[in-house]
């Protein structure tokens, strides 16, 4: 079945740097890959995705890019402000209403 | 309703007693999907729901744990005889489920089960 590495566990940047969060997936098949920011009370929230038929999705300050040869795609925070504060999940699925196969997660600390 | 609501938010039992958890998915979603979060690691999938019909229950633990979605009810998680292992985070997700374009899985507050 499908496995998720998440990198790096935890991530520290100054106000208004740049943070990236790199995830790596198993299942060639798998055709589906959403980020999920987890704050504290909170839900889950999905905050951006990508499919495999795009290599890059861009959303004001988030993108994510998709290597689909090399099995690994990556969150991108640019102008990073202390409201990302938060723990953020990448997932994978193969098709259609399969469960999502999450990473451990990264928690993210923007720091004023 | 707009968004998936989960029921208790807390959720506080002795070891050995029983836990439901409920989760009313977003009006028109066919599938809702159920995960275990411990220590705010990963997601571990238990079992998805296609309307009232199991769709996947390959996660579900053999015993202990069940779970239905009945019409005109909330889906329901339940744990008999609770260990402290079973102390998490339960999420539920809803999909509609009729296109790729509409498989983006809604997740709920999710409800935080304590066992002591």
């Known amino acids: 079945g499908e496995n998720v590495e998440q990198h790096p566990s935890t991530l520290s940047v100054q106000e208004g740097d740049s943070a990236v969060i790199k995830c790596t997936y198993s299942?060639?098949?798998?055709?589906?890959f959403p980020w999920y920011k987890q704050e504290l009370g909170k839900g889950s929230q999905l905050i951006i995705d990508?499919?495999?038929?795009?290599g890059e999705k861009k959303d004001q300050r988030i993108a994510v890019t998709l290597n689909k040869t090399a099995k690994h795609f990556s969150l991108h925070i640019t102008e990073t402000q202390p409201e990302d504060s938060a723990v953020y999940f990448c997932?994978?699925?193969?098709?259609?209403?399969?469960?999502?196969?999450f990473g451990k997660g990264t928690r993210l600390s923007v720091i004023a | 309703g707009e968004e998936v609501a989960q029921t208790p938010k807390h959720l506080v039992r002795g070891e050995g007693q029983k836990a439901k958890l409920y989760c009313a998915p977003i009006?028109?979603?066919?599938?809702v999907f159920w995960y275990q979060q411990v220590l705010k690691n990963e997601f571990k999938f238990l079992i998805s729901?296609?309307?009232?019909?199991?769709?996947?229950e390959t996660g579900m633990p053999k015993e202990r744990f069940s779970a239905k979605c009945l019409p005109n009810s909330p889906c329901s998680l339940e744990i008999q005889a609770t260990k402290l292992e079973d102390s998490a985070v339960y999420f539920c997700?809803?999909?509609?489920?009729?296109?790729?374009?509409?498989?983006?899985?809604?997740f709920g507050p999710g409800t935080r089960l304590t066992v002591l």
């Open positions: 997700a809803s999909s509609q489920g009729t296109s790729r374009a509409g498989n983006e899985q809604f």
């Open positions: 299942d060639s098949a798998s055709n589906y």
């Open positions: 990508i499919r495999s038929n795009v």
């Open positions: 997932a994978a699925r193969n098709s259609g209403n399969t469960p999502l196969v």
């Open positions: 009006k028109g979603h066919s599938y």
């Open positions: 729901f296609q309307n009232e019909n199991v769709f996947d």
